[in-house]
């Protein structure tokens, strides 16, 4: 910007005259930029609704499901044993013993100082008799173990510090062998040799070689039904894990133990009952934000006047409908019943209620169909909850997009004022300067007037 001295010549004060000029040459771009901040406001409203909502269409989607509300809680007389219960419970009880915890077989080498063969070569044979072999790299333990543990046959292999050897005096070390699964199936045999060696006979069982020894077997978890009893029936897993014993019920053993442990399944009517208060909780939480942001605020300006504002969603269909789908989706009929004989009650200030109590009797009475009407109303709320809040197609969300595209435009329209405003002020600076030029050559030419009119004066005398 160019250096500017106001009124030389004119004593006009024209950077500030130039300044209340843009003022008023500025207001339709004023309007436009408050059009702007009343528009992203509303956006960001709008985007915060649409949040809540989203989030009540996942969680009422699941309700409305049938292991929305299949809620059981099971519990078990034991602290060896954990139990769950999931979708397809059934309430009931049943007594067990658990007779054995599954385990991994273990074996170890006798003392070696380095692996009899070069090169190593192993064979193992697994619980179903498949073979695999492995080649180390060198006599090494330490190779050994590491060709044992890249090889993939189910097996891991430590090498453990073992003394000195009492001839030589050289380390010595035992290789450790782990089954990788627990149970049965884990079991495995291990050869020097390869498995046409195995085959033929001539390979031999690391077990059989001096200082070997099986340190841990293979084994099932077991547990035994009705213990005792004609009736008794033994239950197997290859890991301490049994999800068959039960329909929808998992259940986890730790330790062996003889005394029975009794397992206990029952409705979880707290759950379920949580449930349904969450669901009218997180409509009453949409119902309150849509209120906020309806209410219309008054305030006093200077002069003593009233100044009414309304709210970013006062007057908007929009949203009017979105709340009303939604409260109508929780608060009309199922099967010709209202909603209030199962505690969801509304108000007439267009907000839900729920008594506990009465959920709770009404569950208590006939829980088949409590759970029926929760994922009823779950379902229509979904539905509508879904309908405004889909991120392709839902009325908030189109709403929004078209805001936004609003806004973009008015803001190209800002742009295109920025560049008027400044051609419009350059020309107002261009034409006070030139006035002060055109001044001053008047000023110049008066001067000389009045100069030439006295020196007629001078000669006329």
Known sequence: MGLAIDGLISGLKTTDLIDQLMQAEAIPQTLLKNKVSDSTSYITAMQALNTKVAALADAATKASKPAG????????????????????????????TVDKVAQSQVIVTGPLTQWPDEPPVLTFVAADGTTKQVTAASSSLADVAAAINKAGVGVSATRVSAGLDPVSGAQTYRLQLSSTATGSTGAFTAYRGTPADVTAGTATNLLTEPGAAQVRAAQDAQLTLWSGTGAAQVVTSSTNSFADVLPGVSITVSAASTTPVTLTVARDDKSITDLANTLVSSLNDIFGYVSSKQAVSTTTNATGGTVVTAGAFTGDSTVRDANQKLLTAASAPIDGVSPSKYGINITRDGTLTFD????????????????????????RVADAATATSDKYDGTITTKIAGEQKTVKGLNDQITDWDSRLADRRSTLEKTYANLEVQLQQLQSQSSWLTGQLASLSSSSS
């Open 69 to 96: 509300t299949d809620l059981h809680i099971a519990t078990s007389s034991s602290t060896a044993v954990t139990v769950t219960a999931g979708v397809g419970a059934v309430d009931g009880t049943i007594d067990f």
């Open 356 to 379: 506990k109590d009465v959920f709770g009797a009404a569950l208590a009475a006939d829980p088949e169909k409590v759970k029926a009407v929760v994922q009823t109303i779950a379902g």
